[in-house]
Nanobody, 113 residues
Framework: QVQLVESGGGLVQAGGSLRLSCVAS????????MGWYRQSPGKQRELVAQ??????AIYADSVKGRFTISRDNKNTVHLQMNSLKPEDTAVYYC????????WGQGTQVTVSS
């Protein structure tokens, strides 16, 4: 059973920074990718950033140059979020892709103007 545990969300003023972390536990086989999605009220869940084997990363256009995803071991990814904007406010979900997909429980990020 694979579990994803997220941490690091919170409330920050516009222009500030937050760092999200996600740790995967359990039996992980055939790693494909790990990353972050977000969902705000009334909107569909969207990809924010994803890192794959052998370590290449992709980003949503809206966060390029402000967010950085990193992976510091097999099962942990971080999302460094700088220059945050009110429109970044959402629940951020960690996702792990192997032979199937797994979601974390989500962590709230709120950016005040």
């Amino acid at each position: 059973q694979v579990q994803l545990v997220e941490s690091g969300g919170g409330l920050v003023q516009a222009g500030g920074s937050l760092r999200l972390s996600c740790v995967a536990s359990g039996s992980i086989f055939r790693f494909v990718a790990m990353g972050w999605y977000r969902q705000s009220p009334g909107k569909q869940r969207e990809l924010v950033a994803q890192i794959t084997t052998p370590g290449s990363a992709i980003y949503a256009d809206s966060v390029k140059g402000r967010f950085t995803i990193s992976r510091d071991n097999k099962n942990t990814v971080h999302l460094q979020m700088n220059s945050l904007k009110p429109e970044d406010t959402a629940v951020y979900y960690c996702r792990l892709e192997t032979s199937r997909g797994y979601w974390g429980q989500g962590t709230q990020v709120t950016v005040s103007s």
